[in-house]
């Protein structure tokens, strides 16, 4: 958990509530198109639960934060690009929601999907 000590009070932060607010951040990025597993369990766990933070890993490490996403990006769209949209987004609202610095965000693209074939 991330914890935050105050005068008040002990703050902590689940890694889940991180991983949601992670998601809601992916899914807003322009030229991610989906989720992705990070394995084949994790593929089936999610087809039996659709748990909202399916291609979200959170780690905390003597309180750093780590975030994993796994992303299917748009075809047709530069994949470094969409890549690094989406590690800036994910550390801008993660860091906005808790308030203080996160560590690394690793962005794994799992897939392309080609979304119009025509074109």
């Known amino acids: 958990m991330a914890q935050e000590i105050n005068p008040l009070g002990n703050i902590e932060i689940a890694p889940t509530a991180i991983a949601t607010i992670a998601s809601q951040a992916v899914l807003q990025s322009y030229g991610v198109v989906g989720m992705a597993a990070k394995n084949v369990v994790d593929g089936l766990t ?16 003597e309180g750093t934060i780590t975030i994993d996403v796994y992303v299917i990006v ?3 769209t530069r994949v470094s690009s969409v890549a690094a949209s989406v590690a800036n987004t994910v550390r801008f609202h993660v860091e906005k929601a808790l308030g203080g610095p996160i560590g690394d965000v690793n962005v794994h693209v799992q897939g392309l999907r080609v979304s119009n074939p025509d074109a």
């Open 46 to 61: 999610n087809r039996l639960t659709r748990d909202p933070r399916h291609g979200i890993e959170v780690r905390v490490d």
């Open 74 to 76: 748009e075809y047709g």
